[in-house]
């Protein structure tokens, strides 16, 4: 029996693609190494809280925005609006905690609504899971670049480039060389961040308290109630909202905590909304007290560390952070889309690759595949931070109320003690979440959130039309029952056909034929001639060298190649029996060096591409390797 050994490797030399992959990657990790790939709660703190954290530089703004539109005077519902945020945020921590404990496997709302409430619940959260987590990265990216154009305008035009270098080539590739390397990259950043932010608001906060000026001055509190003013209010509330995007990136990602993993994703859950609710109140307070206002190109987050420090190293130590923990907001994405891409890929919802760990443990196709879709998201809005967050925040809360309503209808199936009154919190929360994601849907109609109720929709048409393959895949591949009984392989006494398409008369076709008479004596060497001197030349070396197989010469006047081997293959197809097996043996030398390779057509590359898609035949491609 074939036993595998951790130093196993196949074949004895590594190319140049593997030495640069594992240059870049890192060497492969044993499947015994995904113990030490788990994350303590002080690491995953500061993988999965980026992106909530991350918030505080745009959602704050993102509040005062809405509600400092000229002609409007409605700065005083700035505080009203903030505090609302808080309330749910904290009803929105307490449903999540319940989450991961009940699904220790990760999946989050996507498990949730599998589990308790059927398949289009949970496919609808899916899809929504799958656009936040996409403009998670590109919002993210796109604000981090904001921060540092704020300091440094001269970067402006370069805006797209910018994002893009840090998508594909830095938080990609840190992704894929694993779990633990990716946490420690990332945790120096986060922790900084944190602790600037907390020094920016002791510091603001004194100054307020000890200085001249009132603490909240009275333009702050300027507010003017009539309807347009309460459609502001729902869109500064609909808008700040996005600081909760990556609540539930935790529970997503349960599994990849150190055990007891549920307990500790719990822990963290509960850190990171302290922490995101504590620097969200306090930056709005410093924005009420300064009354800041939105400028073009300079963040409100920059404005107001240089009204605290003034333009010393303090306020570029707050604009460096706050670009870096931006862009590695992005991170939470990371490691809350794989996880998730992998369970769809297992129920067949999505293809089957994204369920495969890479050479690092970890997914490394949905790595890949979540950096493509936020390319095409910040090239499409030319990294555009405001008409990205339009689409934001709807899926997340669409996710949010699934989570929640799922959550009620599991706590009624255990029917443990105090099950009526977690029933009840969740039955809340899915009614205000649900009653936000209206909010959402009405105030960010005509700026793009109309795109959500078109593409969650058409993800679920994708992951169904996925799933129906998977299953007529299996229905035809299935063995019957009797062949699997008679403990025999079916086999079908017919003719063999064996044909080989040959260029000339050289070792790479006499290699090939010395294997097709092995299979078969029906074989039969096929020659394209493009002009009647090669059409004599090869005939004749032929007659020469009589190796025992016929050769069937096709003339093509029209020079093509593949068209005349296809059909006469077609012919061969028409008068065989249903019991008969063909085989096209393609011979085929391989260069010693890859350049090598580019000074050769690719006629049997695109011949066996075209006869595996087209042909019901067998392809083999009988190689012949050249030593210089």
């Given amino acids: 029996m074939f036993r595998y050994s951790r130093n196993f490797q196949f074949g004895g030399q590594v190319n140049l693609f593997q030495m640069l992959k594992r240059f870049i990657i890192g060497k492969p990790l044993h499947n015994q190494d995904i113990v030490r790939e788990k994350l303590p709660k002080w690491k995953a703190l500061a993988i999965f809280s980026s992106d909530a954290l991350s918030s505080v530089a745009y959602g704050p703004e993102m509040v005062i925005a809405m509600l400092t539109v000229p002609g409007f005077v409605a700065y005083g519902y700035v505080a009203p609006v903030s505090l609302a945020i808080l309330l749910l945020l904290g009803l929105v921590t307490i449903s999540y905690v319940q989450v991961a404990k009940a699904n220790p496997g990760g999946g989050g709302s996507y498990s949730v609504g599998k589990k308790n409430l059927g398949e289009i619940p949970s496919l609808i959260a899916a899809a929504a899971l799958l656009i936040d987590y996409s403009l998670t990265v590109a919002v993210s990216i796109s604000s981090g670049t904001d921060a540092i154009i704020s300091a440094l305008p001269v970067l402006i035009p370069h805006r797209v480039g910018i994002d893009l270098f840090v998508l594909f080539g830095i938080l990609m590739l840190i992704n894929l060389r694993g779990i633990r390397e990716s946490s420690t990259a990332f945790v120096f950043p986060t922790y900084g961040f944190i602790l600037g932010i907390f020094f920016l608001l002791g510091t603001g906060l004194y100054h307020a308290l000890t200085g001249a000026a009132p603490v909240i001055p009275s333009s702050s509190l300027e507010a003017h109630f009539n309807w347009a003013v309460l459609f502001l209010a729902l869109k500064a509330f609909s808008n700040g909202c996005s600081s909760m995007t990556g609540i539930e990136a935790i529970s997503n990602g349960v599994p990849m905590f150190k055990e007891p993993g549920y307990r500790n994703a719990q822990v963290t859950t509960y850190c990171m909304s302290v922490l995101l609710g504590t620097m969200f109140l306090g930056i709005t307070f410093?924005?009420?007290?300064?009354?800041?206002?939105?400028?073009?190109?300079?963040?409100?987050?920059?404005?107001?560390?240089?009204?605290?420090?003034?333009?010393?190293?303090?306020?570029?130590y707050i604009q460096v952070l706050t670009m870096l923990i931006l862009y590695l907001a992005a991170n939470t994405a990371y490691n809350g889309l794989p996880p998730l891409l992998s369970l769809l890929a297992r129920d067949g919802y999505m293809p089957r690759y994204l369920a495969a760990r890479g050479d690092r443990l970890v997914f490394s196709n949905g790595i890949v595949f979540l950096s493509v879709i936020?390319?095409?998201?910040?090239?499409?809005?030319?990294?555009?931070?405001?008409?990205?967050?339009?689409?934001?925040?709807?899926?997340?809360?669409?996710?949010?109320?699934?989570?929640?309503?799922?959550?009620?209808?599991?706590?009624?199936?255990?029917?443990?003690?105090?099950?009526?009154?977690?029933?009840?919190?969740?039955?809340v929360g899915a009614s205000i979440?649900?009653?936000?994601?209206?909010?959402?849907?009405?105030?960010?109609?005509?700026?793009?959130?109309?795109?959500?109720?078109?593409?969650?929709?058409?993800?679920?048409?994708?992951?169904?039309?996925?799933?129906?393959?998977?299953?007529?895949?299996?229905?035809?591949?299935?063995?019957?029952?009797?062949?699997?009984?008679?403990?025999?392989?079916?086999?079908?006494?017919?003719?063999?056909?064996?044909?080989?398409?040959?260029a000339?008369?050289?070792?790479?076709?006499?290699?090939?034929?010395?294997y097709a008479k092995r299979l078969s004596p029906h074989v039969v060497a096929l020659y394209v001639a493009t002009d009647d001197v090669a059409y004599e030349k090869?005939?004749?070396?032929?007659?020469?060298?009589?190796?025992?197989?016929?050769?069937?010469?096709?003339?093509?006047n029209y020079r093509t190649i593949l068209k005349p081997l296809l059909q006469y293959i077609d012919e061969i197809e028409q008068i065989s029996q249903p019991e008969d097996f063909i085989t096209v043996l393609i011979p085929e030398f391989e260069t010693k060096k890859w350049w090598h390779r580019l000074l050769h057509n690719q006629t049997g590359f695109i011949l066996r591409t075209l006869l595996i898609m087209n042909k019901r035949v067998a392809v083999t491609v009988v190689p012949y390797h050249l030593e210089k």
């Fill in 374 to 427: 936020s390319a095409l998201l910040i090239i499409g809005y030319n990294g555009n931070t405001e008409h990205l967050i339009s689409l934001y925040a709807v899926g997340v809360f669409l996710s949010f109320t699934i989570a929640q309503s799922g959550m009620v209808v599991h706590w009624r199936r255990e029917g443990t003690a105090g099950w009526k009154g977690r029933a009840l919190l969740n039955g």
């Fill in 286 to 316: 410093l924005n009420m007290h300064f009354h800041l206002l939105q400028q073009e190109n300079v963040t409100m987050l920059s404005q107001l560390a240089e009204g605290v420090f003034g333009r010393g190293w303090l306020y570029y």
């Fill in 538 to 556: 090869v005939q004749g070396r032929w007659e020469r060298w009589n190796p025992g197989v016929e050769l069937k010469a096709i003339k093509s």
């Fill in 504 to 514: 000339g008369v050289n070792r790479v076709v006499a290699n090939t034929l010395g």
């Fill in 433 to 502: 979440t649900g009653i936000v994601v209206l909010v959402i849907m009405v105030t960010k109609f005509t700026a793009g959130a109309w795109l959500i109720l078109l593409a969650i929709p058409l993800q679920i048409y994708i992951f169904k039309r996925i799933h129906c393959h998977y299953q007529d895949m299996r229905e035809q591949l299935v063995l019957p029952q009797e062949i699997l009984e008679s403990h025999q392989v079916p086999v079908r006494q017919g003719k063999h056909w064996v044909i080989v398409p040959v």
